[in-house]
């Protein structure tokens, strides 16, 4: 079963469908220097029109990159709270288009 809107996928294999910002927070949480490096967020479908990875730098810090090739987006920035950054991708992601949500009025 596919996810409805995204997933989140970590290194170490852990993989969650439609992640709330607490499950984003958890994963970044769990990110470490070693094998567990990066989560990538995407649409779970062929070739997603947007994507976000958070990496994990050391001490403490991650950096979080955000595309968006119908919107013509890339951004790169580091920062050092997950909570934080959770929180704002959780915004980021629920801006970007999504085929399975039905348009305003059409629900």
Same mark, same amino acid.
């Given at each position: 079963?596919?996810?409805?809107?995204?997933?989140?996928?970590?290194?170490?294999?852990?993989?969650?469908?439609?992640?709330?910002?607490?499950?984003?927070?958890?994963?970044?949480?769990?990110?470490?220097?070693?094998?567990?490096?990066?989560?990538?967020? !995407?649409?779970? #479908? *062929?070739?997603?029109? %947007?994507? &976000?990875?958070?990496?994990?730098?050391?001490?403490?810090?991650?950096?979080?990159?955000?595309?968006?090739?119908?919107?013509?987006?890339?951004?790169?920035?580091?920062?050092?709270?997950?909570? !934080?950054?959770? #929180? *704002?991708?959780?915004? %980021?992601? &629920?801006?970007?288009?999504?085929?399975?949500?039905?348009?305003?009025?059409?629900?």
């Amino acid at each position: 079963m596919r996810a409805e809107y995204y997933r989140a996928d970590s290194e170490n294999g852990d993989h969650i469908e439609d992640p709330s910002e607490d499950a984003l927070f958890m994963l970044f949480d769990d990110l470490n220097g070693s094998d567990n490096t990066f989560v990538v967020i !995407r649409p779970d #479908r *062929d070739d997603p029109a %947007w994507s &976000a990875s958070v990496t994990f730098l050391g001490k403490g810090g991650y950096e979080v990159v955000r595309r968006d090739t119908t919107r013509r987006e890339h951004e790169v920035v580091t920062g050092t709270s997950i909570d !934080r950054i959770a #929180r *704002d991708l959780t915004i %980021w992601m &629920a801006a970007r288009d999504s085929p399975e949500r039905a348009a305003p009025g059409e629900r």
